[in-house]
């Protein structure tokens, strides 16, 4: 009877060495892209601004509350307010904050002249930004 040889042929060894090449790759695109962005990242001009004490930072835009009731009557700040008035206020406003916004409300069944008259009066004193004020419909209720 013959068996064969009991001794086995030595099989590959794992490999226990890391391959470099896939690393040295990425290394080096990593490296190409810091090339080229790191001049992006420091291209901003150096200046050296004046110190003021009167330099303060820019205050937010004002609004004016501008009101119209179902007669056509303006009420400014909720106060009563005839146009000769009205114009003086708004031109106050606006010589005092060009960017001062009115926000207008004015009720549903006022004419449409009366508005856009008092927006012309806005828009003459040297304001134009103008806001109109609604209320939102309540939500439908659902059955």
Same mark, same amino acid.
């Given at each position: 009877?013959?068996?064969?040889?009991?001794?086995?042929?030595?099989?590959?060894?794992?490999?226990?060495? /890391?391959?470099?090449?896939?690393? /040295?790759?990425?290394?080096?695109?990593?490296?190409?892209?810091?090339? /080229?962005?790191?001049?992006?990242?420091?291209?901003?001009?150096?200046? %050296?601004?004046?110190?003021? %004490?009167?330099?303060?930072?820019?205050e937010a835009p004002q609004f004016v509350s501008l009101a119209l009731d179902k007669?056509?009557?303006?009420?400014?700040?909720?106060? #009563?307010?005839?146009?000769? %008035?009205?114009?003086?206020?708004?031109?106050?406003?606006?010589?005092?904050?060009?960017?001062? %916004?009115?926000?207008?409300?004015?009720?549903?069944?006022? #004419?449409?002249?009366?508005?856009v008259e008092v927006m012309g009066l806005a828009h003459a004193a040297g304001l134009?930004?103008?806001?109109?004020?609604?209320?939102?419909?309540p939500p439908a209720a659902t059955p």
């Open positions: 009877m013959s068996f064969g040889r009991l001794e086995r042929t030595a099989s590959a060894q794992p490999m226990s060495e /890391i391959n470099m090449t896939p690393l /040295i790759d990425v290394m080096l695109v990593l490296l190409v892209i810091f090339i /080229i962005t790191a001049p992006l990242m420091v291209s901003a001009v150096k200046v %050296e601004l004046p110190q003021t %004490e009167g330099a303060q930072a820019a007669s056509g009557q303006a009420y400014l700040a909720d106060q #009563p307010i005839a146009l000769p %008035e009205l114009a003086d206020a708004l031109r106050k406003s606006a010589a005092q904050n060009p960017l001062t %916004e009115v926000q207008l409300r004015a009720d549903a069944s006022v #004419p449409y002249g009366r508005v134009s930004r103008i806001g109109f004020v609604a209320n939102p419909e």
